[in-house]
């Protein structure tokens, strides 16, 4: 089983910044996939950010170039920086990992960010 542990939400001014941290621990396999997800009440969850083992990241289309995903592969643990966070980013952001061979994928508790003056 999987353990993701997830920090850096909070409140932050429209504009500001946040950074988000996520390690896994308890693999038996390698990650192949690391990544974050938000979620609003009574909407879907949305992929934010992804990258792989090999460096291959995707962003979410809202994204628009002000989120930056980076990966410590040998400490299991990905990032994501957030810059000029407006109110629509208001959201639970979730990690996410998916490992190699069963494909397994599993996800953190989420953590609230909010944006707001």
């Known amino acids: 089983q999987v353990h993701l542990v997830e920090s850096g939400g909070g409140l932050v001014q429209p504009g500001g910044s946040l950074r988000l941290s996520c390690t896994a621990s308890?693999?038996?396999?390698?990650?192949?996939?690391m990544g974050w997800y938000r979620q609003n009440p009574g909407k879907q969850r949305e992929m934010v950010a992804v990258?792989?083992?090999?460096?291959?990241?995707n962003y979410g289309v809202f994204v628009k170039g002000r989120f930056t995903i980076s990966r410590d592969n040998a400490a299991n643990t990905v990032y994501l920086q957030m810059n000029d966070l407006q109110p629509e980013d208001t959201a639970v952001y979730y990690c996410?990992?998916?490992?190699?061979?069963?494909?397994?994928?599993?996800w953190g508790q989420g953590t609230q960010v909010t944006v707001s003056s």
């Open positions: 308890g693999s038996s396999f390698s990650i192949y996939s």
């Open positions: 990258k792989t083992s090999s460096g291959s990241t």
């Open positions: 996410n990992t998916e490992v190699d061979v069963t494909h397994d994928d599993y």
